[in-house]
């Protein structure tokens, strides 16, 4: 094969036809301004043709699972390999997965647990010793011979496959009851059941049962069937207690000789909290639960049962206030209070009966919180169930304590920690652990290869600045630049060679210090005889590559050409490249003269404790721009997301989202307004774009119901929405295109033919103002259609606001499924400036600068800048040391990551950050603030 990768005539999106050779088995960086075609060569170019073809070479069979991508819009590109991504989306949306599950970790830490773990007891702790079979058959008839039970013999325990085998065997042995997977049911059903092969499966023979108070004359005979149950579930049984419908697990295994507490086997299986076998029975091993939330049922405890204090109870349909009532009324007069009393002035007691009711004391009131837990389990309305959601939160499992797993598996140790301790240790903590075990000879056999997996895998983690993290992290709760990062630690440990890689922007959530440790794992993935394609922006990342690509000039239609290439050195010297501008110094964000003081105002966050934050205080000066900043894992999100975002949303708009832990948050009465712009999505869906989210598609729809023609034929505002019946073409309802089944191959997309993918019936297009149709002005880039209204006032400042984020590049009718994060972040932007603002109004913004060239960060610094000289606050929490430095005032946590974070590093403006000699964050801003003033 060549040493390039030839692409002649790209065309996808706004590439300009380009012809371009990239060197293989090299960290290639492809850079420019926003929307000028990086992510259409990288992604939608070289890795859609490198994956199709790489799908197109395999089998029909095999094809049906992976999918058959479309070709690009592109000549041909010769020397391609099979290609992986490794983008910026969240890792997933499952509450299952970890950071152990997705780098398999936790797997290897199973098999070091089923095979070296001891066993102690869940009730005293004692080391768990086996019991004979004998020893067995005595504990069952002492602790149960007053009962009605089944003796159940195990022979199938969460295993995948039909079984029908197992079942046959069981029928020929002449038993024709058994338990398959929870069910009792004769054999015959069960033979009819046709379980699923795919799916784990658990039977139970039953073997005989025992009626209540059996005498001893029924105990040899009991014991018969013991010793038979046992053979058949070879040494483990199970007794079910038919009154109380609960199991007991018994097992020649492992016994408590203090407690007699039989556990199951050691096994792999066993340390998962996605099996049935391992996970908390409460929570599902998910560590969580919904509980209903007193402060959400009553929100306002100035207010009377009388009063309807009860929220859900007054606002839910049905009336149940009022068939309340009467239960109320009698638990009030039980526990001495009136329901004409604010709840307010109720007691602790009579609080707890009113929400929990009272028949774990004999008596016969569900409680409040009991009765919406019972109805969300009951009810089969997903609207019903959606609204006692809105007075539940997520808590930790009280049964658990949130760590997923039964409490026989968390009694299974090894070095006096189990498997959920070690999981919650953070990185380097763990591996520490794992070097300083002290196992027997034959254990220590066992655990080497094992550890030595283990350290290889999260030794990477550390390498590429996740050293914070812990095992047990919910993949959930992963940005998306950690979830890169993660998937891209695993392709390193996979050894693979020969691989074209595509990331994006994989610098996004790290700290300048740990910049360089990311480039060492990008060029050893290179190393390894890989191609590794990068799209970034970061100087240092630039600096380091092989070949650099700069798109540009400029954004949509005034990019897609490759403005230059070359070594870094080439591009530094080429005047006619942005980014060799700013890296020579040519062009720089200039570091403000003045740091604006504030109003003398502040607002003070106290004794912020969440995660690893160690109970700080925290002062924001209002009236200026606040950059939170430090390593990752140092506690930026964890202040701002969790406790300040969520605190405000919470004091200004009554959200039920629960804030972090704090003492409060002191001077609110000095702001008015708290607007909180992430990267999230501004909508799920194709029919989502900038127009609609911004509200200027509203204002546009307006001027076409407007025409005289318009009035006319009766088309109002509704009918120019391609969401509802009207003006849209119904044959796609608007969409532009159709969808066409294809079997096993994906489904197809086409252009409706109706239509032609231009959403609206022929009525509807022949309404033109000012030369065009509502399908031209969805077509038309913000910038475009900025000309097209410039006397339209309320049009034309929505619109300048989205061209002064950078966006004016983006078609107003761009469906929002294809928009980057930092795009959706921007158009939030835009939508907030362009409402009117109070001039005390606090602004909270996460990395708005993830996907923005130099030239884009200068812009939004100019608009963030506008928004503080109005009296407003900006609070950015932010890595990018362009934007740092022109902050007016600095927090910076640290000084590490995860344990070793969450404290008050430095705090002031650059320049006196820069004096820390403890800041990471002040050591990098040193040189620049420096390098700024030459």
């Not at 040899?220 to 070879?234: N, P, Q, R």
């Not at 097209?788 to 983006?810: A, E, P, T, W």
């Amino acid at each position: 094969m060549g040493k390039l990768i030839k692409i002649r005539g790209a065309r996808v999106h706004n590439l300009k036809n380009i012809n371009i050779d990239l060197p293989k088995n090299k960290l290639v960086v492809i850079t420019g301004l926003s929307g000028s075609g990086k992510s259409s060569l990288a992604f939608d170019t070289i890795f859609a043709e490198g994956q199709r073809l790489y799908v197109e070479s395999l089998s029909t069979y095999a094809r049906q699972f992976l999918g058959l991508k479309d070709k690009p819009e592109v000549d041909k590109i010769e020397g391609l390999s099979p290609a992986i991504a490794i983008d910026q989306r969240p890792a997933t949306n499952n509450p299952r997965s970890t950071v152990g599950t997705m780098t398999e970790v936790y797997d290897y830490l199973r098999i070091l647990f089923a095979k070296t773990g001891e066993a102690h007891c869940p009730s005293c702790g004692q080391t768990i010793a086996k019991k004979n079979k004998e020893q067995i058959k005595e504990q069952i008839w002492r602790q149960h011979r007053a009962e009605s039970v089944f003796l159940l013999a195990p022979v199938v325990r969460n295993k995948k496959g039909a079984q029908k085998n197992i079942l046959e065997r069981v029928k020929e042995a002449k038993y024709s009851q058994v338990r398959a997977d929870g069910y009792f049911c004769s054999l015959d059903e069960a033979l009819e059941m046709d379980m699923d092969k795919n799916r784990k499966h658990s039977i139970e023979v039953i073997v005989g049962d025992k009626e209540k108070d059996s005498d001893d004359k029924k105990k040899e005979e009991f014991l018969k069937l013991l010793d038979k149950a046992l053979e058949i579930g070879d040494g483990e049984v199970v007794v079910y207690d038919i009154e109380k419908q609960r199991d007991y697990n018994y097992s020649e295994n492992l016994v408590c000789p203090r407690c007699n507490i039989g556990l199951m086997p050691i096994e792999n299986n066993i340390f998962s909290f996605n099996s049935p076998l391992g996970a908390c029975r409460a929570c599902g091993g998910l560590g969580v639960k919904l509980e209903v939330e007193p402060d959400l049922v009553v929100p306002n405890k100035n207010l009377s049962l009388a009063e309807g204090a009860i929220r859900p109870w007054s606002r839910m349909s049905g009336n149940i206030q009022e068939s309340q009532m009467p239960e109320l009324v009698e638990i009030s007069k039980k526990y001495g209070f009136s329901v004409d009393t604010p709840i307010k002035d109720l007691n602790k007691k009579q609080q707890g009966a009113l929400f929990y009711g009272d028949r774990e004391m004999g008596g016969e009131y569900e409680g409040v919180a009991n009765n919406l837990l019972r109805r969300y389990k009951e009810t089969e309305s997903d609207y019903i169930r959606g609204e006692i959601e809105k007075y539940m939160r997520k808590k930790e499992c009280s049964d658990c304590q949130g760590k997923r797993l039964k409490k026989e598996v968390l009694s299974i140790k090894i070095g006096e920690k189990n498997i959920s301790d070690v999981a919650q240790m953070d990185l380097p903590k763990m591996l520490e652990f794992l070097a300083n075990l002290k196992l027997a000879a034959r254990a220590k056999q066992i655990a080497e290869p094992l550890v030595k997996e283990i350290k290889e895998r999260v030794g990477v983690l550390i390498n590429i600045g996740l050293d914070y993290l812990t095992l047990d992290r919910s993949a959930v709760t992963l940005s998306g630049g950690e979830a890169a990062k993660i998937r891209l630690s695993t392709q390193i440990t996979s050894d693979l060679s020969g691989i074209l890689y595509v990331l994006d922007e994989p610098s996004i959530g790290l700290h300048e210090r740990d910049n360089q440790k990311l480039i060492y794992i990008l060029k050893e993935l290179r190393d390894l005889e890989n191609t590794v394609v990068v799209v970034e922006h970061d100087a240092t990342i630039i600096r380091e590559a092989d070949w650099v690509v700069d798109m540009g000039p400029g954004a949509g239609r005034h990019g897609g050409m490759v403005v230059a290439e070359g070594g870094p050195k080439e591009i530094i010297k080429n005047k006619g490249s942005l980014t060799g501008d700013y890296l020579s110094g040519r062009k720089n964000i200039e570091i403000p003269k003045i740091r604006r003081k504030g109003n003398g105002k502040k607002i003070t966050i106290k004794e912020a404790s969440e995660f690893n934050l160690k109970k700080i205080d925290i002062d924001i000066p209002l009236g200026t721009m606040v950059c939170i900043t430090g390593v990752s894992g140092s506690g930026k999100s964890t202040l701002v997301e969790d406790i300040l975002s969520k605190y405000l949303a919470n004091y200004f708009y009554n959200t039920k989202d629960q804030p972090g832990a704090c003492k409060g948050i002191d001077g609110l009465e000095n702001i008015n307004k708290a607007v909180t712009i992430d990267q999230s999505p501004i909508g799920r869906t194709p029919r989502s774009n900038a127009a609609t989210y911004t509200g200027v598609f509203t204002n546009i729809r307006d001027l076409f119901a407007r025409v005289p023609e318009a009035r006319i034929k009766g088309f109002d505002q509704g009918y120019f929405s391609f969401n509802v019946k009207g003006g849209r073409c119904e044959a796609c309802q608007g969409d532009g295109t159709m969808s066409v089944e294809m079997n096993f191959l994906p489904d197809l997309y086409l252009e409706c033919e109706d239509c032609h993918g231009r959403r609206y019936n022929s009525e509807a297009l022949e309404i033109y103002w000012r030369g065009k149709n509502i399908a031209d002005v969805l077509e038309m880039t913000v910038e475009e259609a900025l000309r097209f209204f410039d006397d339209i006032s309320l049009v034309k400042n929505k619109l300048k606001v989205l061209n002064d984020v950078g966006l004016g590049y983006l078609h107003l009718g761009q469906s929002a499924p294809t928009l980057s994060g930092g795009e959706a972040q921007r158009i939030k932007l835009a939508t907030e400036l362009s409402r009117r603002d109070t001039g005390r109004t606090l602004y909270i913004l996460d990395e708005p600068t993830i996907g923005l060239h130099f030239e884009d960060v200068r812009k939004l610094l100019n608009i963030l800048n506008k928004l503080v000289d109005k009296g407003n606050t900006v609070v950015v929490v932010e890595h990018n040391m362009e934007m740092i430095k022109c902050a007016d005032h600095i927090i910076d946590l640290g000084p590490e990551g995860g344990d070793k974070g969450g404290e008050i590093v430095a705090a002031g403006t650059p320049e006196q950050v820069a004096n820390i000699k403890k800041s990471y964050t002040g050591q990098y801003l040193k040189d620049i603030l420096k390098a700024g003033k030459k």
